[in-house]
């Protein structure tokens, strides 16, 4: 029986290594490289009140900040339920996270984690530039509870996720991100 050179060893060695990391890539579903081209995130941490849209980290360093600077919000935090969005005991106020998310510029998805205050009546939109507002039903929301929209897109233009909340009548708006 012939032998094999230490040359053509190590090449059958090396081609047999390669197959079998092929191997294992393919057959891992949803492996983070496939997927890092493809999706795009946005996401704000936000305090809404009947004064205004406070972001965290750009108009307020925190949720407990905030309280301390405005300290007759804090009621609405402590006990959500004893507050309605038009109270009168104290200011409504709500505190979460909104989050745009892009697949590829196949869809997008507007996401509003709520984590504290009072009931909130929703509604997202999905805009892109150079294509029409794709808009969502009207939601409500409570404190931790969370809610999504989600819109195919055109194959082009960058995507801004946005949420309408009727009882401040304000609109929430992420920054426009790349749905490449």
Do not use: W
């Amino acid at each position: 029986m012939p032998h094999a050179s230490p040359r053509l060893k190590k090449t059958s060695r090396l081609t047999a290594l390669f197959a079998l990391v092929t191997t294992t890539v393919l057959l891992v579903p949803g492996t983070a490289s496939a997927e890092m081209g493809q999706v795009r995130t946005e996401s704000q941490e936000i305090i809404i009140t009947d004064e205004g849209v406070f972001e965290v980290g750009e108009d307020v360093e925190s949720l407990d900040a905030f309280l301390e600077e405005n300290p007759e919000y804090a009621p609405a935090v402590e006990d959500p339920d004893r507050v309605g969005a038009r109270a009168t005991e104290s200011l409504p106020i709500t505190h979460g996270t909104l989050t745009t998310r892009t697949t590829g510029c196949n869809s997008a998805t507007v996401t509003y984690k709520k984590t504290t205050g009072s009931r909130l009546t929703i509604k997202f939109s999905v805009a892109q530039l150079g294509s029409l507002t794709r808009n969502g039903p009207t939601l409500n929301i409570n404190a931790g509870q969370t809610r999504s929209f989600t819109a195919n897109l055109s194959p082009i233009g960058n995507v801004q996720g946005r949420m309408q909340v009727d009882e401040q009548n304000k609109t929430f708006v992420n920054k426009y991100i790349s749905c490449r």
